[in-house]
């Protein structure tokens, strides 16, 4: 079995003024999801050596700041 790593993130982003809270958490769902596929693929860099489908990445809280 190969070493597992674990990462923990915050992220932070402002959104435009006509902007509302459900297209912020649309937003965040989306980027998650892609931020997943790119560490198991890699973004132009070639391939990772990540395992497919072995990584997870959660929102484990969100909402205004």
Do not use: C, Y
């Not at 993130?9 to 937003?27: I, P, Q, S, Y």
């Amino acid at each position: 079995m190969g070493e597992k790593w674990i990462a923990t993130l915050k992220v932070e982003f402002e959104m435009h003024d006509d902007r509302t809270e459900g297209m912020a958490k649309m937003v965040l769902q989306r980027e998650v999801g892609q931020f997943r596929n790119n560490i198991e693929r890699g973004l132009g860099i070639g391939p990772t050596g990540v395992k497919p489908n072995s990584a997870k990445v959660e929102i484990l809280s969100q909402g205004p700041g």
